[in-house]
């Protein structure tokens, strides 16, 4: 089944209120909110991820057609993110870590979508960064790499 793709963006993500235009926020707003706050680290790297996921029903069909049925069972945006202390302040990439590296089942994220925001609870399973320099006593961590899973489709047929 084909469908309207400005359709089905507008009616499954924009009226489920998690896409907000580039006229909704506002022009100092960072790219990435984690937990509700934006820290003031530099974003190196985001890479998006779509996935259309299908269930259990898709497959082909005999040969010799061999026709495939889907059975989508939604759209999955993840992302992966870079991150590096920023302008010297360890202590926001610091407190950025701690908030990542709880043990709980997901946290609440808002990701740039277009020229909007996806806001979205994502599952983290790897954070993984470099020790870059020890100077004086304060060790500057960097190279940081985060992917953000979607818990649950954010856009459904």
């Known amino acids: ?42 974003i190196t790297n985001l890479e998006r991820t779509i996935n259309i996921t299908d269930g259990e029903n898709a497959g082909r069909t005999k040969p010799p057609a061999a026709d495939m ?21 360890v202590t926001e990439y610091d407190d950025m870590i701690l908030t990542l590296a709880q043990p709980v089942d ?17 599952y983290i399973t790897k954070i993984k960064d470099k020790l870059l320099n020890n100077i004086g006593g304060v060790r500057r961590w960097g190279n940081c790499t985060v992917e953000f899973t979607p818990m649950r489709a954010q856009i459904k047929p």
């Open 1 to 42: 089944m084909a469908y309207n793709t400005d359709a089905v963006i507008s009616e499954a993500v924009r009226s489920a209120g998690l896409v907000r235009t580039a006229s909704e926020t506002p022009a100092t707003q960072q790219l990435i909110q984690l937990n509700g706050r934006y820290y003031h680290v530099a």
């Open 69 to 89: 049925i889907r059975d989508i069972v939604g759209v999955f945006v993840g992302y992966t993110a870079g991150f590096e202390v920023k302008q010297g302040d």
């Open 106 to 122: 997901y946290i609440p994220v808002v990701m740039p979508f277009g020229q909007g925001t996806l806001a979205f609870d994502a």
